[in-house]
């Protein structure tokens, strides 16, 4: 796969099979990631989460903030409400630290989201689909402590890692010509 193909046929994938995606994979995968161009090589990224889907203490901490309603459900009814965490093979809280001067942090957001797209490639390219999700409980306190995420640092992404049966049909973009403007 050459880099434009991977490019225009990545496809966010949200339903995943349940197959596992092995820490070796995400360790490339990671590893992938790190070559995205970041400002003063100051690689303003960590990672923390899960795979070979051994999910449950990633779901657990997921289940405890994110709905009260949850706390109600046992049985397959709970299964089927946390299904859509328990399915990737893995999943990556990619963390970014908050510079308190204002370039930096937005050199380091920057920076850290051309990660985040280098790992959906290299990810697509092994087959493996990817979501980035930002569900608002990757800011919550108990969230973040169970996770270990410092004060001065943000969770940029919940990135879900897995095998698929079928991408989802593109949504179209722009043409370029639109969006450009060239001086002449
Ligand atoms: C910053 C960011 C946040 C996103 N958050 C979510 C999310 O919370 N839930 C979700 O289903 N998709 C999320 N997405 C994925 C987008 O919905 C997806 O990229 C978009 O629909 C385009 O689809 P494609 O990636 O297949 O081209 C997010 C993407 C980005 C870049």
């Known amino acids: 796969m050459n880099v434009r193909e991977a490019i225009e046929s990545r496809r966010s994938i949200k339903k995943f099979n349940g197959q596992p995606v092995t820490k070796e994979q995400v360790v490339e995968i990671v590893q992938a990631g790190t070559w995205a161009p970041n400002h003063g090589t100051r690689e303003p990224w960590r990672l923390v989460g899960a795979a070979g889907g051994k999910m449950d203490r990633i779901v657990d ?20 409400a946390l299904a859509k965490f328990r399915l990737p093979g893995a999943v990556l809280f990619v963390v970014v630290p908050e510079d308190a001067r204002q370039k930096e942090r937005l050199e380091d957001f920057g920076a850290v989201s051309a990660m985040i797209q280098n790992m959906q490639l290299a990810a697509w390219e092994m087959g493996i689909g990817s979501c980035w999700k930002t569900p608002p409980f990757i800011d919550h306190p108990k969230f973040r402590s169970t996770l270990g995420i410092k004060p001065g640092e943000r969770i940029i992404s919940m990135l879900q890692l897995g095998h698929f049966d079928e991408a989802p049909k593109a949504k179209e973009r722009k043409p370029a010509e639109e969006i450009v403007t060239f001086f002449e």
């Open 61 to 80: 901490a997921i289940k405890e903030v994110a709905f009260p309603k949850w706390r109600e459900m046992s049985g397959e009814e709970l299964d089927v």
